[in-house]
């Protein structure tokens, strides 16, 4: 935003259309958002063309600011700019919003549609997702530019943010942008379109307070810009918002968040301001008044003048032309300044893993240990290794063991503590008790794409992150979501903190892989598996109690490695087995204690360990029925709801968990109270084994 500030009369007539593509493309498909794509089009119009460093042909460029739509629902809004800007999106799309297939679904979609960061349906998200970006920028310049001074690297970038009411009403935008504040992120710059509309109604029914006094106690610095004058004559500024963008841009410790108060709709002539046009179409007659207000052909759809296209695409090339000369330059000097860093900038941006993974791989010897402390253990040992990981806990580090050992923290200088020094650049990340806004950062700095990002908290709070996590899954987002306290070994926290419902309802997201593992060696092998994996989020469970680390090799359990096929043969059955025990985590060894009861009877058992099963999913049948042979009879194993297990032990096997709440007590009385024991697992064998006619 070096350039001194023009608004012409075709920039005006550009917003003018943009609002117009917004009506028609809803009229058109009979439903969507056009009331705010309206009113909120000279914004989105400002942004594209004269504020955000952008380029239509490479929405990708390493060196863009970036956009979040938080208001999901107004895609439009959106969609429109990337068409007037030539970034990918055409009128036919735009003619196609919301059909099957199209460029132009009903909320944006990162990898659906060029120029789109991330996928903002649920209100908040986008909001939290900001956040996340400019963390990861922040981060980004320290990991591959350490030398550079704040806000001059080539890895610097700003983020923008537009949202609304409804994402003000969200407690994620609560948590993100506290979150935000406490870090001091001054390149994020938050534009809340505060038009006091629902799909209820006015906004005084539910949502009333001072968000500007908000946003200042979170620490952010605040600015109104008024397009209604107090109610009395509406006047959009696109000059004092511009100057509003400057003085954010000069505010370097705090992020800044920008009111603008907007009418719904305006200048629709009788509908602006009416709640009716959140989320539905306008009309065909109010629509065609608006064109005539405009000036506009009332009998013609999806109307741009060539001379408008003309000046908003040349005028967003030549922007980009000159930025991107600005930074290939820039680039290029550091570049040949910094030939490490541009080896592992070209390795993480191939998507590789890091070359000395498996050499930093920690072994671990025969003994006990809770799976956290292993991976804890793992994660310290990758530190050099992996240099673009790094992460932390919702307040839970010390619990969830997720700190790398020795590494700096991720605060500004004055936040630092004597237990947590580091600084703006460091590496363990501190989210405060904010779960869910912990998701959806997390998803932003995987989507940025340079670094690896993991997070941590208790599996039963992965609910208070849920549409986070889902999303994650949905954008296929490679963050890691790391979550310890797995079940009811939680022992004396009692029902609230045992997770028995968490496992099976987060298999149930599509693209997330949700892994077990059973012992310390396991979490070494899965951790190396997640890094080689950069298009789906991963869930790691943990246990608290210490579990037994098996011995490997001949005469012992399988190799680790196996753990990689999701499900492998942990001990073999002396001869063709007769029972298959499956189990995950900390029951594994339950298994395998039932195995010897049964062997010594003369029952021929096989123990898998199967630590993920969407990792298992993916093998080749030859190796799924050479692993659960047909005419063994099969028990899973596993401290949580059954549901899901059918599909592993057909109906003829048997399924051990626990379809209820737990208790207060001891973790190894829970697991003999409810069944969880060798015992008990050798005598369901036994049974399922006769079923069958053995």
């Not at 979609?109 to 996340?132: D, F, I, R, Y």
């Not at 609230?496 to 593992?517: F, K, M, N, Y």
Request: hydrophobic share 45%; aromatic share 8%; glycine share 10%.
């Amino acid at each position: 935003m070096s350039t001194a500030f023009e608004w012409t009369p075709l920039d005006a007539r550009a917003v003018d259309t943009a609002r117009l593509l917004a009506a028609d493309a809803v009229e058109k498909a009979g439903n969507g958002h056009p009331g705010t794509a309206i009113s909120v089009a000279p914004i989105a119009y400002l942004l594209y063309q004269k504020a955000m460093r952008f380029d239509p042909a490479d929405p990708a460029w390493l060196g863009r600011d970036r956009f979040v739509l938080s208001i999901g629902h107004s895609s439009l809004t959106q969609y429109a700019q990337l068409y007037l800007a030539g970034g990918g999106v055409e009128l036919a799309d735009l003619a196609a919003f919301r059909t099957f297939g199209s460029l132009t679904p009903g909320h944006p979609e990162v990898g659906h549609t060029p120029g789109v960061e991330c996928t903002t349906g649920p209100l908040g998200a986008g909001v939290s997702n900001a956040v996340g970006f400019a963390m990861a920028a922040r981060r980004e310049a320290a990991l591959f530019d350490p030398a550079a001074r704040p806000g001059e690297s080539v890895f610097d970038h700003w983020v923008y943010v537009l949202a609304g009411d409804g994402d003000m009403q969200e407690g994620i935008t609560s948590e993100a942008a506290s979150l935000a504040g406490t870090q001091r992120l001054g390149n994020l710059i938050l534009i809340y379109d505060d038009n006091r509309i629902s799909i209820e109604g006015n906004t005084k029914i539910a949502f009333n307070e001072d968000v500007d006094a908000r946003f200042a106690s979170y620490g952010w610095h605040v600015q109104h810009v008024d397009f209604t004058n107090g109610g009395t004559v509406y006047e959009e500024k696109p000059a004092e918002l511009y100057a509003a963008l400057e003085a954010a841009q000069a505010v370097a410790d705090r992020p800044s968040y920008i009111r603008v108060t907007t009418q719904i709709g305006w200048p629709l002539p009788t509908k602006a301001g009416s709640h009716a046009i959140h989320g539905a179409k306008i009309g065909a007659a109010e629509v065609s008044a608006l064109k005539t207000r405009l000036g506009f052909d009332p009998d013609e759809a999806f109307q741009v003048d060539e001379a408008v296209l003309a000046h908003t695409r040349s005028q967003s090339a030549n922007r980009a032309r000159a930025a991107r000369a600005d930074w290939d330059a820039r680039f290029k000097a550091w570049a040949e300044a910094n030939p490490a860093g541009q080896a592992l900038l070209d390795r993480v941006r191939a998507g590789g893993p890091p070359p000395g993974l498996a050499a930093a791989l920690p072994h671990f010897p025969p003994g006990r240990k809770s799976t956290r402390a292993a991976s804890g253990e793992v994660l310290s040992a990758l530190a050099e290794a992996a240099p673009e990981l790094w992460g932390g806990s919702a307040d839970l580090a010390s619990s969830n063991n997720t700190t790398m050992k020795g590494q700096p923290s991720f605060l500004p200088a004055d936040r630092v503590s004597a237990d947590w020094p580091g600084g703006p650049g460091g590496r363990v990340l501190h989210f405060g008790i904010r779960e869910h806004a912990m998701g959806g950062i997390l998803n932003a700095i995987a989507l940025s794409g340079l670094t690896r990002p993991y997070g941590g908290t208790f599996l039963v709070f992965s609910d208070y992150m849920r549409g986070a996590v889902r999303v994650a899954a949905l954008s296929k987002a490679p963050a890691v979501f790391v979550w310890s306290h797995d079940s009811i070994g939680v022992g004396e926290d009692g029902p609230t903190h045992q997770p028995v419902e968490q496992i099976a309802s987060l298999r149930l997201i599509p693209g997330l892989d949700v892994i077990r593992p059973a012992d310390a060696n396991e979490v070494a092998v899965c951790w190396a598996e997640i890094l080689k994996r950069r298009d789906r989020p991963a869930a790691l469970i943990l246990s608290r109690q210490d579990l037994a680390v098996f011995e490997r090799g001949p005469g012992a359990a399988a190799d680790a490695g196996e753990s990689a096929k999701g499900a492998y043969v942990l001990f073999e059955a002396t001869g063709e087995p007769a029972v298959v025990l499956v189990a995950t985590g900390s029951e594994v060894e339950i298994a395998v204690a039932a195995r010897a009861l049964l062997e010594a009877e003369g029952l021929a058992t096989r123990v898998v360990s199967a630590p993920c099963l969407e990792w298992f999913a993916a093998q080749p049948p030859s190796y799924k029925a050479a692993l659960l042979p047909d005419g063994a009879a099969k028990v899973s194993i596993e401290a949580g709801v059954t549901y899901g297990w059918a599909e592993i032990v057909t109906s003829q096997g048997r399924r051990i968990g626990i379809d209820h709440f737990g208790l207060c007590g001891p973790a190894g009385r829970l697991f003999e109270e409810f069944g969880l024991t060798a015992e008990r697992v050798a005598a369901e064998a036994k049974a399922a084994w006769a079923e069958l006619g053995r």
